[in-house]
């Protein structure tokens, strides 16, 4: 698997950091995890093939998450790369994700769900497994973040798995749910002496990474907080693995 980042901030404007969603690339198709606002125009930016995207995973309805989505349909019912295409575009989130879809849709008669090519739109409960498409295997698990926010596993068949928490408060249950992960691909929203319950701060973070065990940890949804600051050496100090700060443009092999 391939990891593009494309946004490794959060809703609050930053020059740098983009709002979250993250290109994965597998040898039975694409994956675009969270679709933010600046992630429609991010994917172009990184030469990701967006008109072939296979599948979207929305974790939760915050807007620095799912605030695309509809923009990118109404780029994918009109641009002229799509017109021909045929396979579907699978979407996927928690339950309720297709009625925030209609929502969006009936706003203004946009005609979202009528595209070129069928759309398919995939709710999702907790501790269920699917198949994103074909080779690439997926398990959910609730966040205490929103009472609809999931974290995702994916794996590779015969292969790597990365754990996509996505927005989430500390709970020990997600480091079983990561456990012995190759990417664990987390939130660290805050340095330290977070604000809310609702996200992870570093010691946090570096806690579910000293019980999950993964090969490598990513921290991403940096707050601008966290400008300055050396993520890696801080990290080290309370977790002797490999931890990667998300950058908007880093690519990874997983
Ligand atoms: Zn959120
Ligand atoms: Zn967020």
């Known amino acids: 698997?391939?990891?593009?980042?494309?946004?490794?901030?959060?809703?609050?404007?930053?020059?740098?950091?983009?709002?979250?969603?993250?290109?994965?690339?597998?040898?039975?198709?694409?994956?675009?995890?969270?679709?933010?606002?600046?992630?429609?125009?991010?994917?172009?930016?990184?030469?990701?093939?967006?008109?072939?995207?296979?599948?979207?995973?929305?974790?939760?309805?915050?807007?620095?998450?799912?605030?695309?989505?509809?923009?990118?349909?109404?780029?994918?019912?009109?641009?002229?790369?799509?017109?021909?295409?045929?396979?579907?575009?699978?979407?996927?989130?928690?339950r309720g994700l297709e009625k925030l879809l209609r929502r969006f849709d009936q706003a203004n008669d946009y005609g979202l769900f009528e595209q070129p090519f069928p759309l398919e739109v995939r709710e999702v409960s907790p501790?269920?497994?699917?198949?994103?498409?074909?080779?690439?295997?997926?398990?959910?698990?609730?966040?205490?973040?929103?009472?609809?926010?999931?974290?995702?596993?994916?794996?590779?068949?015969?292969?790597?798995?990365?754990v996509y928490t996505s927005d989430t408060g500390y709970t020990e249950a997600l480091a079983g749910f990561a456990r012995e992960t190759d990417l664990f691909l987390m939130e660290c929203s805050f340095f330290r002496s977070k604000p809310v319950e609702t996200h992870l701060e570093l010691e946090d973070a570096m806690r579910l990474a000293r019980l999950a065990r993964p090969r490598r940890v990513m921290l991403a949804h940096l707050y601008p907080e966290?400008?300055?600051?050396?993520?890696?050496?801080?990290?080290?100090?309370?977790?002797?693995?490999?931890t990667i700060e998300a950058r908007d443009g880093l690519r990874l092999e997983v």
């Open 127 to 162: 501790r269920t497994e699917f198949e994103v498409f074909d080779g690439l295997g997926a398990e959910t698990f609730s966040t205490p973040h929103t009472s609809e926010s999931l974290a995702v596993r994916l794996t590779e068949r015969g292969g790597a798995s990365l």
């Open 1 to 94: 698997m391939r990891l593009t980042v494309l946004g490794s901030g959060t809703s609050v404007p930053h020059p740098r950091r983009s709002s979250s969603a993250h290109w994965l690339e597998e040898a039975g198709g694409t994956l675009l995890l969270d679709c933010s606002g600046p992630a429609v125009h991010r994917m172009a930016e990184e030469g990701c093939d967006w008109a072939n995207l296979d599948a979207v995973w929305v974790s939760h309805f915050h807007l620095d998450h799912v605030g695309g989505l509809a923009p990118f349909l109404f780029g994918t019912k009109y641009a002229p790369q799509t017109q021909k295409r045929e396979k579907p575009l699978r979407v996927y989130g928690p």
């Open 226 to 242: 966290w400008d300055g600051v050396d993520i890696p050496a801080e990290a080290r100090k309370l977790w002797d693995g490999e």
